[in-house]
């Protein structure tokens, strides 16, 4: 709990006058009062007010009082008095104010006297401490406390737990009882470093009897609460701090804690946030930060009397539950751990997002706990950003990018199923003013194509044709359908999918892009759900992430023809289950999965420059239809491509 002690000053009385009638006075008073000029307010007190409280403190009591209970949208009026009741009788008024403790709003009445002046007799406002507030007395104080809400917990769609406020154990010392190797000896057991220790004893409030707080222990660590012990000065209080369970399992879904700083003080609410207070930096903590935290209580009152002006009642965070799968989430980091990906989980018939995994990642437990000596720094400095979210990133999708060209062009009549397009060789361009520029083919085994052949072949000629058919103005539109250049629809924040940098204004780069080699940038999440509507008669569904009754919300609707989206699912089939297919092997046959790969570059932030290569892979359990997962590993090259992806997404669907 804060407490603010607000300074309190002798109360005068006062009244002040610049106009010929109490009216004018009361008036001009309280203009200056709304304006909150209280040096001009201070003018219109009378001579034994002014004697009573001079202008510095008058001024400073008022100013402090306001700026100590966050006043804002200040109203003063005064009621009018009919002339024949003018002179010699109270002046009514009325106060409101927003405050940290909600709105305070009372009635009162203001006494005005008649004093000489250089000018002649006018009249002076007889002020007394109720014009701040009714109960406030001569001498009497005003202070506000505050009452920290209880952050709401995370938890999965089971009830296990993601983030908590665990009770914990917080280790210390009392410097009077420290021996000359405590510091060395307890920097050493915790990992941290000893000059973290001595900047902890070095603080002004510290003394020989003093506990010194150095870290708290995470539960999954109190067994060396023994050890502790034994070192000379350390002790040990109960405590409670926010743990992350799922560690770096989790660490990019869940995100983590901070204190708040000067410069997010700043822009928060002051009547929710203050120093000391804690807000969700990254993941679920961040982007439900405003269900988690709750409001904070406030009370403003006068102590010397213990009574109460205004008081709000604090209301802790309410919990969320996700729609995550906590099991499913190890299951997949694990079988990553080692990479540089992202995966993402969706149920493809609801929408709702069963794991989100960025690897390599960090536990967001050091950020609570402390971070082991050296390690942050070796997190921060890792070229492959540990700290970074990859699956609402944007990369190159590569050949997981034509079953949507297949739909758009379905979609827009420039493809039949039943019909078959004759190619002839392994390279093609349309005409000569393409230059030397071909596209090509990894096999020209097949001359008559159709879609489910295309699809399981991968045939970049047959989705650079379906594209330019299509024409540049239909397919951008298309692809707009599957929600690209416009924000995904979903609780956890997503970088936009991008067609082309200057739009599809080129021949060539229209022809690349419908099989994956154009400028298209897109992310784990949107190319997941952008393979919901194959399972959903052509809709394709909003992601969700909050647990709820009925999560099924379509995003676009028909973009995919309902009738087609068989014929579709029948080529991603035949790419697991051909052995022409690129996802054929390893060989699983319990496994009932249809789905894309591709190899793509990652691009510069410029889109200028080759990357490394990427190895992805989509699919879904077509038979039932509740698991869809896009996996995306990094460096592939050397490695098997895209299959090295492929065999792990195909471990995750047999576990």
């Known amino acids: 709990m804060k407490k603010y002690i607000l300074p309190f000053f002798i109360i005068g009385l006062a009244a002040c006058s610049n106009g010929p009638t109490q009216e004018e006075v009361m008036n001009e008073f309280v203009s200056a009062w709304n304006e909150q000029d209280f040096e001009k307010m201070y003018t219109y007190l009378s001579e034994e007010s002014q004697q009573s409280i001079n202008e510095e403190t008058f001024v400073e009591r008022y100013e402090t009082i306001y700026d100590g209970i966050e006043a804002e949208e200040i109203s003063v009026e005064a009621a009018e008095v009919s002339e024949e009741e003018e002179e010699g009788i109270p002046r009514p008024y009325e106060v409101s104010m927003e405050t940290v403790a909600g709105e305070i709003s009372f009635d009162d009445e203001a006494e005005l006297v008649k004093e000489e002046s250089d000018d002649g007799e006018t009249w002076k406002v007889h002020w007394d401490s109720s014009f701040i507030f009714p109960e ?178 604090v209301e802790n965070g309410t919990d969320i539950t996700t729609t995550i799968d906590a099991s499913f989430q190890q299951k997949m980091y694990d079988e990553m751990k080692g990479d540089a990906g992202a995966g993402v989980a969706l149920h493809p018939q609801t929408g709702e997002t069963l794991a989100l995994v960025s690897t390599p990642a960090y536990d967001p437990n050091h950020f609570v706990f402390g971070w082991p000596d050296g390690e942050f720094e070796e997190v921060n400095d890792d070229p492959e950003t540990p700290f970074s979210a990859r699956f609402n990133n944007r990369y190159a999708p590569g050949s997981t990018i034509k079953p949507i060209t297949a739909s758009i062009a379905l979609q827009n009549g420039n493809l039949d199923v039943k019909e078959a397009k004759t190619i002839e060789g392994k390279s093609w361009q349309p005409d000569e003013s393409w230059g030397g520029y071909e596209v090509t083919r990894v096999s020209d085994r097949l001359n008559d194509v159709n879609l489910e052949n295309a699809l399981i072949t991968s045939d970049n000629i047959y989705f650079a044709q379906a594209a330019l058919d299509t024409g540049a103005d239909n397919f951008t539109e298309g692809l707009r359908s599957f929600g690209f250049e416009e924000d995904v629809p979903y609780e956890f924040p997503v970088n936009g999918s991008a067609i082309a940098n200057e739009g599809l204004n080129e021949e060539i780069l229209l022809a690349d892009t419908g099989y994956g080699q154009g400028e298209m940038l897109m992310s784990p999440i949107h190319l997941a759900v952008a393979y919901t509507p194959f399972l959903n008669d052509g809709d394709m569904l909003k992601p969700t992430l909050e647990l709820r009754d009925e999560p099924k919300e379509v995003w676009q609707d028909q973009v995919v023809p309902s009738e087609d989206t068989e014929v579709i699912t029948q080529g991603l089939r035949g790419i697991v289950e051909n052995e022409r297919g690129s996802a054929y092997e390893p060989v699983m046959n319990e496994l009932t999965i249809a789905g894309k790969t591709g190899t793509a570059e990652l691009k510069t932030a410029q889109g200028d420059e080759d990357g490394t290569e990427n190895g992805w892979f989509v699919s879904y359990d077509y038979e039932n239809e509740d698991m869809l997962i896009t996996m995306m590993i990094e460096d592939v090259q050397g490695r098997g491509g895209s299959e090295y992806t492929v065999e792990k997404v195909k471990n995750l669907f047999n576990n």
């Not at 990254?282 to 102590?303: A, D, N, Q």
């Open 136 to 313: 406030l007395q001569d001498e009497e104080t005003v202070q506000v406390t505050s009452n920290e809400p209880v952050r709401g917990e995370i938890f999965d769609r089971e009830g296990s737990p993601l983030a908590i406020n665990s009770p914990v154990q917080q280790a210390g010392l009392v410097p009077g009882k420290m021996e000359d190797d405590s510091i060395e000896e307890l920097a050493e057991l915790l990992d941290i470093g000893e000059e973290e220790i001595e900047s902890a004893l070095d603080a002004e409030w510290v003394s020989d009897e003093s506990f010194v707080p150095v870290t708290k222990l995470r539960p999954d660590e109190e067994d060396i609460e023994e050890d502790l012990l034994e070192i000379n000065g350390v002790m040990i209080q109960e405590s409670s701090a926010r743990y992350y369970p799922f560690a770096e399992k989790a660490a990019h879904l869940t995100g983590y804690i901070r204190q708040v700083n000067a410069e997010d003080l700043e822009e928060l609410p002051k009547s929710e946030y203050g120093a000391g207070s804690v807000i969700g930096s990254t993941g679920l903590e961040s982007v439900y930060e405003e269900e988690l935290h709750g409001s904070t209580g406030w009370r403003i009152y006068i102590p010397e009397s213990d009574t109460t002006i205004a008081e709000k009642k």
